[in-house]
Every structure is written in structure tokens, then in C-alpha cells.
């Protein structure tokens, strides 16, 4: 192909594998599978466009993520390109780092081995996550402080141990707790969208109770149900409570625009879920 601009990322042997993957070599294919990731609907919600597919995609390929284990596992939070942790740990051993982690007294622990050797370890207490206005905020950190505790641990150590790795990039479940104007670097506009503000999954079924919505007739004859159907195939998609939190804030126009017993439906699926994650880690 003539006059095509490549695209540099890691070298494909350094790329993460659980199977073969298709590595774009130049921006013209890595916009053509970012458009294929959009028109699929099977990307996250915050990723709506092939623009925002491919800045992720090529975020991934940076750090050696495959590209659709980086639609997966990257976000843009506050405007900054985040990796969310449950992918720190497959990144760090497949370039040879060793990761160890435990709960101390009144904390979580994170060891990173490099593969020279040098050993850091980081800690985050409950006295750093209260100093931080961290304990006790709605949310997971409320519903799982001691997950919350070791992905700071863990995001402290990847950042400081294995910078090279990470490229610059916050762990997302850090990044969602700082200020915009707290991150380091160039002002930066919020490209979050507004409507993420909202605070919990529990709002949904507040919006049960507001009036002047329409009939399920109406709504079904404008094509509701496949809206519907996406929002519940998302809302049972989500693999981790943080992805399952943002869920309302990031339907928010469409929940808004449903039938009473639809969003009941919606809430009850939500809460289902919830309680599937809180099963899981009992």
C-alpha cells in the first residue's frame, strides 16, 4: 500500500498473547479495525466513535496490548488514556517482571521484581486513603476497600517500578479518583462526558419515579427495544463493579427516554449483577 503512514509500537514479539491477534502496521489499518470495533457495537461505552477506538488501539500497541484486548482494558478518564489493573499484571510478566501482592496490617502490598533484579514495593493504608478523602466514598470504595487498597498499592509500584512498561499511563482505577487539575502534564480539557457525574448504579431506580415518560407502545414503535437490548447487553457484559458503576451515568439519554417498566427491568438487571460480583469476592 502506497503512502501510508506507520504506526510504532512494541515489537510484536513483546505483544501480549492469549492467542494470535491482529496487529495493524499503519494508521490507514488501525482506523479501519477501529471503524470494524465501532460498527460492532462490542466496544465499551465511552468509546462510541472509531476515533476513540483507535486512540486506544494505538495506546495498546504503545504498551504492547493487542488491539483488542486495548479496546478492552484501556479508558480515557478526566481526558488521560488509563489502563484498568486487572491488565497491569499480564503486561509486567510477559516483558519478565515479577508481581507479588498481600495484605499488611491496615493496607494491601505490592512487589515488583524487575527483570534486573530491582526489587520496589509500595504499600497504600487506610490512613493514606482517608488522608486522601478515599475511605468510606460511595462507590467500590465503600462496597470493596480492600480491592480498592491493593489496585493502589499495585498502580503506586507499576508507576514507580515499571514505568518503561506502563508508558506514563495511570491505572484507570486511580486516574477516576484524581482531580483534572491534579494530574501532572499540560492542562488538559475533560473530554469525560458530563453526564458521568452521576453517582452510583442506584440512580436508576430513581428515575423510575419521574413522570413524563413515554408508553411502552411509543417506545417500542420508535425502536426502543434495540436500545433496550443494547443497555442490558452492556450492563451484562461489564467484568469488573467499576465497569458496572458507570453504566447509568454513560446511558444516562437513554435511560432517560424509557418506559417506567423498562427502566425497572434495568435496574433489577443492574442490581443482579451487582450482587454477582459481591458473590464472587465473599
Known amino acids: 500500500m502506497d503512502n501510508v503512514t506507520p504506526i510504532a509500537h512494541a ?3 513483546d505483544i501480549v498473547r492469549t492467542s494470535p491477534a491482529i ?4 494508521i490507514e489499518e488501525a482506523y479501519r479495525l477501529a ?3 465501532s460498527k460492532s457495537g462490542l466496544a465499551p461505552q465511552g468509546m462510541k466513535t472509531p476515533e476513540q477506538c483507535m486512540v486506544a488501539i494505538m495506546h495498546g500497541l504503545e504498551v504492547g496490548l493487542p488491539p483488542m484486548q486495548a479496546v478492552q482494558k484501556i479508558a ?4 488521560r488514556p488509563s489502563i484498568w489493573g486487572d491488565a497491569v499484571p499480564a503486561l509486567l510478566l510477559s516483558k519478565g517482571f515479577r508481581l507479588s501482592e498481600q495484605e499488611v496490617k491496615d493496607g494491601h502490598q505490592c512487589t515488583i521484581t524487575r527483570p534486573d533484579g530491582q526489587v520496589i514495593v509500595r504499600q497504600f493504608t487506610v490512613n493514606q486513603a482517608k488522608a486522601a478523602g478515599l475511605w468510606g466514598k460511595n462507590g467500590p470504595w465503600q462496597q470493596y ?3 480498592m487498597l491493593q489496585m493502589r498499592a499495585r498502580s503506586l509500584a507499576a508507576r514507580d517500578g515499571a514505568a518503561d512498561v506502563l508508558a506514563g499511563m495511570y491505572l484507570a482505577e486511580e486516574a477516576q479518583d484524581i482531580p483534572v487539575d491534579a494530574i501532572p502534564g499540560d492542562s488538559a480539557v475533560d473530554i469525560t462526558p458530563a453526564k458521568a457525574d452521576l453517582p452510583n448504579w442506584m440512580d436508576v431506580k430513581q428515575l423510575c419515579t419521574q413522570e413524563d415518560r413515554p408508553s411502552n407502545y411509543l417506545y417500542e414503535k420508535e425502536g426502543g427495544k434495540e436500545i433496550f437490548a443494547e443497555v442490558t447487553g452492556q450492563i451484562n457484559d461489564c467484568d469488573s463493579l467499576e465497569k458496572l458503576e458507570q453504566m447509568p451515568a454513560l446511558y444516562a439519554d437513554e435511560l432517560a427516554g424509557m418506559p417506567n417498566s423498562y427502566i425497572q ?4 438487571q443492574m442490581l443482579n449483577k451487582f450482587k454477582s460480583f459481591e458473590d464472587a469476592l465473599s
Open 265 to 268: 427491568h434495568v435496574a433489577d
Open 76 to 79: 480515557v478518564i478526566n481526558g
Open 145 to 147: 476497600p480492600q480491592r
Open 23 to 26: 496487529i495493524p502496521e499503519n
Open 11 to 13: 515489537k510484536k514479539s
Open 35 to 37: 471503524q470494524y470495533v
